[in-house]
């Protein structure tokens, strides 16, 4: 079992950045993808980012130029750093490691 921990979240103003960690517990060996989501309140999850052990990043349109998905030096890391931050996309963030969610990081975005 691979526990899955995502830091970073809080409140900043429009305009705003943050950047997000998401830690597994171990390292995972072989391909796999790491990928943040996000769920506001009403509405379903959504992919926002997503890199491949490879290095293969994907974007939607929504925040594409502006959310950035990198893997830290440790493999057990990715982060996701969020630029130009709007009331949209306020909502809790989750990470999915390979097949191993994280409990989520509430990110709100408030004037």
């Known amino acids: 079992q691979v526990q899955v921990v995502e830091s970073g979240g809080g409140y900043v103003q429009p305009g705003g950045s943050l950047r997000l960690s998401c830690a597994a517990s171990r390292t995972i060996v072989g391909i796999y993808v790491v990928a943040w989501y996000r769920q506001a309140p009403g509405k379903q999850r959504e992919l926002v980012a997503s890199i491949t052990s490879g290095g293969i990043t994907n974007y939607p349109d929504s925040v594409k130029g502006r959310f950035t998905v990198s893997r830290g030096n440790a493999k057990n890391t990715v982060y996701l750093q969020m630029n130009s931050l709007t009331l949209q996309d306020t909502a809790v963030y989750y990470c999915?490691?390979?097949?191993?969610w994280g409990q989520g990081t509430q990110v709100t975005v408030s004037s």
């Open positions: 999915k490691f390979h097949s191993y």
